[in-house]
């Protein structure tokens, strides 16, 4: 028997995956959660029936999520994750040997569980003991915390159901507000194809706070059309800028620190879209 | 009733688009001929089941392949265009006030037709005067035509059934042959995630023949994994060297100046493909 699992990305596109095993299958208080493994792509994280992360491609998100703002800041020692549970983007953050702290702030413990348990590559760095780990509601979090970090790094799902507050800017505001003089934000902001809306809101609501406000791509499969925005935020650094110096045993498969400047390079419809 | 159409892309995974209407369904003498009308990207080509190109987001694969290519010659008179047949590639072409003449040279003449009638908006150049449409073979016709052309556009299928002659290094090596001696090739060398041997063999032909050979990417949502590489071979000019003068009146969606070098910077992973 063959299973394919498909995610319908909008109302009218799908991605679809051969399915080797569905290794769990769960309600937790917030969202369905599903561990696939597909041929494909390998084991993947499934919530909601949004596909947020698989063995196959998660380098290029979390590289290019976390990189650009780490290496754009002159000394990033405590970062913050909201969301991002799986733990891939811990896993870039302590790549930087400034990194004194990271707290990852994940409302749904049981994410954090189940990809320890099934996402190994992706989570092992959970254990570092620069890490701390809260579970909680990372609105409230940024909000009780001021002054407090270098870099923010929004590691959303989609905006439905607990993460719309993510995308608001008020939530932004409190990003801004819980980070350094030099502290700098950045969040995943969706398909350029199939978001346009929220991309130009995201940005409109960055860019009222911060004077450094700047949107950038990245080509990933298993997401809905394949290429992604990351809206990044800087109360003083721009991340165009800064030359990121290229460390030999710093590695990475798809970020470069050429493709640090040229991800900023939008096609002409993406432009349009922050004028 | 919910029409859906899927394309397999690999054994593992596939792309599904509802489908509004079937306009038109048909084998040639070379293939299964299929016209779709779809809720996401409008009217769409379907060649043996393989999406070709789609009104949604066809601007990114036209502008693509040939204005890196026209933009790096310093005065390209004459074109040929292989395969091709929706005419897209010809439609950019004409957009170089240099052109003279195109040659298009298609081997199916009902994709041609098929077209004309159900993607204007794509085909509608092909009756420029500047235009010469020829239903035949590319492999023979870069055989017979020696120094005739300054860039020559390979837009082919996948590399299955009569597209397979149009990635072999014998190909490649006619079509240096028919180029003068700053003529440059262009050529779809299918997806970095999904046809890595592909792009690493046509790298190694073309590079074999041309002082120069570049490749670089572009994201096109509606083809396998969303991530698509060219191959660029030029006998004298370096794609990376020129600067190419935007001209107001010169609209595209996708392609723009700061593109045409910011395409050719390659994650790590695509990198590695080519040492």
Not at 5 to 18: D, M, P, S
Request: aromatic letters at 10%; proline letters at 6%; glycine letters at 6%.
């Amino acid at each position: 028997m063959d299973l394919w699992f498909t995610e319908k990305q909008t109302h009218g596109a799908g991605l679809t995956l051969k399915v080797r095993e569905t290794l769990l299958r769960e309600r937790t208080p917030f969202q369905e959660l599903v561990i696939l493994d597909t041929e494909q792509y390998g084991r993947m994280l499934v919530l909601d029936g949004m596909i947020q992360t698989a063995v196959g491609d998660e380098f290029i998100y979390h590289e290019m999520i976390t990189h650009v703002a780490m290496f754009t800041h002159p000394r990033p020692r405590r970062v913050v994750v909201i969301g991002g549970g799986d733990g891939g983007v811990v896993r870039e953050v302590l790549k930087h040997p400034t990194v004194e702290k990271v707290v990852l702030v994940e409302i749904d413990g049981r994410v954090i569980e189940a990809c320890r348990t099934y996402l190994p590559e992706i989570a092992a760095c959970l254990d570092d003991p620069r890490v701390e780990i809260r579970v909680e509601d990372g609105i409230r979090h940024v909000k009780e915390h001021q002054d407090a970090y270098d870099v923010a790094i929004v590691d959303s799902t989609e905006p439905v159901g607990a993460a719309v507050g993510l995308f608001s800017p008020n939530f932004y505001a409190d990003i801004h507000d819980c980070l350094t003089d030099d502290g700098i934000l950045v969040a995943q902001t969706e398909s350029p194809f199939y978001n346009q809306d929220l991309i130009k809101r995201s940005y409109a609501a960055i860019s009222a706070l911060f004077p450094v406000t700047r949107v950038y791509l990245a080509a990933i499969p298993t997401y809905p059309s394949g290429l992604w925005s990351f809206t990044l935020g800087s109360k003083q650094e721009d991340p165009l800028e800064v030359e990121p110096q290229p460390v030999p045993e710093f590695r990475t498969r798809y970020y470069t620190t050429k493709l640090h400047h040229a991800a900023f390079c939008l096609p002409r419809f993406v432009q349009e879209l922050l004028v």
